[in-house]
């Protein structure tokens, strides 16, 4: 079974309906169905709430925390080897320590798929499996 691993620039898009919205929106139905899987590093869904935090402030934060994504998607915690690895990303990669989650989600199986609207992903597409949301 597929699973998609999301990360904060595709889930932030769906949030404010942006360009590949109905992508993600097409994807979360899948996961509710039970034709796929999705999740999200748990350092990602931080990255999220902690911009919805500064745009929106804490009420709406949490309002739309709870109501953004459906209960099937998996927030994935980091466990100390994940942490490494990604940090070992970060370094030899040169992304961010955030995205190196993402990544590091993604390449656990062929069947995943890192979803984003961050083409800075493209630096490490020979990884894992990436499908790039539309530019705005």
């Given at each position: 079974m597929i699973v998609y691993v999301l990360d904060s620039s595709a889930v932030l898009r769906y949030a404010d309906s942006e360009a590949g919205a109905d992508r993600i929106e097409a994807i979360?139905?899948?996961?509710?169905?039970?034709?796929?899987?999705?999740?999200?590093?748990?350092?990602?869904?931080?990255?999220?709430?902690?911009?919805?935090?500064?745009?929106?402030?804490?009420?709406?934060?949490?309002r739309i925390l709870t109501s953004?994504?459906?209960?099937?998607?998996?927030?994935?915690?980091?466990?100390?080897?994940?942490?490494?690895?990604a940090a070992h990303l970060r370094a030899d990669?040169?992304?961010?320590?955030?995205?190196?989650?993402?990544l590091d989600?993604?390449?656990?199986?062929?069947?995943?798929?890192?979803?984003t609207a961050d083409y800075g992903f493209k630096a490490v597409a020979d990884l894992a499996r990436i499908e790039f949301l539309p530019a705005k």
């Amino acid at each position: 079974m597929i699973v998609y691993v999301l990360d904060s620039s595709a889930v932030l898009r769906y949030a404010d309906s942006e360009a590949g919205a109905d992508r993600i929106e097409a994807i979360l139905r899948e996961c509710v169905s039970g034709k796929a899987e999705v999740c999200i590093s748990a350092l990602q869904w931080g990255e999220i709430a902690g911009r919805l935090r500064q745009r929106l402030g804490a009420q709406d934060e949490m309002r739309i925390l709870t109501s953004l994504v459906p209960s099937e998607v998996q927030v994935i915690s980091a466990t100390a080897e994940c942490a490494v690895r990604a940090a070992h990303l970060r370094a030899d990669r040169k992304i961010s320590y955030a995205d190196a989650f993402a990544l590091d989600l993604a390449m656990d199986s062929p069947d995943h798929v890192l979803v984003t609207a961050d083409y800075g992903f493209k630096a490490v597409a020979d990884l894992a499996r990436i499908e790039f949301l539309p530019a705005k």
